[in-house]
Nanobody, 121 residues
């Protein structure tokens, strides 16, 4: 079994910062891409940022450079540093990873359970 467990969400005032973490565990051979998505009620889940195993990242254009994604391959963990948070960043944030399990040649997409981020005064 593979699990992605997120942490670090919560309530923050506008202009504040939060750091999300997501750790993958289980019988993992390798992780390719890791990323963060977010979703608000009534809207589709959207990409926030994604990072390859070599560290190359891409971001949603709307973020204006406020967020930074990073990863620790030794720990199978991805992070999202969120600065200058705005009320419109309020959403459930989901971790996503492209993983190859032991005894398998196939890659599969896994999701975390989501963590709520609320930006409000």
């Amino acid at each position: 079994q593979v699990q992605l467990v997120e942490s670090g969400g919560g309530l923050v005032q506008p202009g504040g910062s939060l750091r999300l973490s997501c750790a993958a565990s289980g019988n993992i051979i390798m992780i390719n891409y890791m990323g963060w998505y977010r979703q608000v009620p009534g809207k589709q889940r959207e990409l926030v940022a994604r990072i390859g195993r070599g560290g190359i990242a891409n971001y949603a254009d709307s973020l204006e450079g406020r967020f930074t994604i990073s990863r620790d391959n030794a720990k199978n963990t991805v992070y999202l540093q969120m600065n200058s948070l705005k009320p419109e960043d309020t959403a459930v944030y989901y971790c996503n990873a492209d993983i190859r399990r032991a005894k398998s040649t196939a890659w599969a997409d896994y999701w975390g359970q989501g963590t709520q981020v609320t930006v409000s005064s």
